[in-house]
Nanobody, 125 residues
Framework: QVQLVESGGGLVQAGGSLRLSCAAS????????MGWFRQTPGKEREFVAS????????YYADSVKGRFTISRDNVKNTVYLQMNSLKPEDTAVYYC??????????????????WGQGTQVTVSS
């Protein structure tokens, strides 16, 4: 079992930056693949970024590639999402997620066993 708590959301102007954090507690953090997803009202929760257990491999949705960076600190039990060059279409509730084990698709919502409560990001034009 792992508990996830996101922070760092807020209101920012287009072109600005935010850094989201997700603090984990419970089982050893380094055992888990971590991901960020986002959701807007009336839409499916969509994949944003993922990072493997060691932090050596990262993956991004095409819509955020080159603007967002996922990273993790396995000593602080925290995963980050640095968001630069934000656009109004990035406005959403952002969720941190985790799963343990291999053979899963990192971009699929169903792969993740644990979820945070979400943090709102609003980008104004």
């Amino acid at each position: 079992q792992v508990q996830l708590v996101e922070s760092g959301g807020g209101l920012v102007q287009a072109g600005g930056s935010l850094r989201l954090s997700c603090a984990a507690s419970g089982r050893p953090f380094s055992m888990y693949t971590m991901g960020w997803f986002r959701q807007t009202p009336g839409k499916e929760r969509e994949f944003v970024a993922s990072i493997n257990e060691s932090g050596g491999r990262t993956y991004y949705a095409d819509s955020v590639k080159g603007r967002f960076t996922i990273s993790r600190d396995n000593v602080k039990n925290t995963v980050y999402l640095q968001m630069n060059s934000l656009k109004p279409e990035d406005t959403a509730v952002y969720y941190c997620a985790a799963y343990y084990g291999s053979g899963r698709n990192y971009y699929t919502r169903a792969s993740y066993n644990y979820w945070g409560q979400g943090t709102q990001v609003t980008v104004s034009s």
